[in-house]
């Protein structure tokens, strides 16, 4: 069973390619909100100084320079210790160095600062799912999902999704992923995700459906054509078997995917 979502860059901005096990993370377009001048007592000159060491960080963590962001935190909370972003934000990068230690002290102590903020909420919920804490973490989405004040209620939809199919809770993860799908019918990370469950279930006809959405985008990456592939080969259409296993050829010759297609390994 693979789990398919959007490739991503430092679990940040999207492009319109796709990859295995995807867990939607933060938007650090504004990183810094209303929410930590709510809960600082000090001065807007203060404020605006860590702001600004704040938003340097987060570009050097877009940019994959993870010391330097870090240096930069440890600048932030000099300045202003309880800003619960800066917290949150030295998380993702520690969970990006494989710290899972920290990370998980750093997103605690978040959530301690801020306990109402349901984009750190997200951002930890998403950290257990990836650690193995699935059940864990599955509780906290859906107290996200009460939270109507939430600007992006589809990322938490889509790792509740992405959490139950690792449990193999395959109804589950076809309601979260379906109530996103409600929201954004148009998301190709939604329907690749529910033609990933429904091929799962065995329910070749409907994986077909939201499969053929999600080709229509231009790019997509070896694991989403592969994908295609199993659902054609299992509903008997030859030729769209065959462009398909072009394309893979064509745009992924070196790919695990296109090698499990030479093997005829339909079944992996």
Known sequence: MNFLGLKYARNLGFGMCFCLLFLMG???????????AQHS?????????????????????????????????????????????????RALIQTDMDDTQHAEENFLHAMKIDPLNSEIMNNYARFLCQIGREKQALPMFDRILTDRTYATPVKAMMNAGVCSLKLKEFAKAERYFMAGFQVQPNNPLLNANLAQVYFDLGQFEKAHFYIQRVLKEEIFAADVLWLAIKIETRLGDREAVTSLSTQLRRRYPNSKEYALFQKGAFNE
Do not use: H, M, W
């Not at 933060?26 to 930590?36: L, Y």
């Not at 877009?62 to 932030?76: F, T």
């Open 26 to 36: 933060c938007s650090t377009s504004r990183f810094v909100d209303e929410r930590d």
């Open 41 to 89: 007592n000090e001065n807007p000159d203060i404020q605006r100084r860590a702001s600004i060491r704040l938003q340097l960080a987060v570009e050097y963590y877009e940019q994959g320079k993870l010391k330097l962001a870090l240096d930069e935190i440890r600048q932030v909370l000099l300045i202003s210790p309880n800003l619960s972003n800066a917290y949150n934000l």
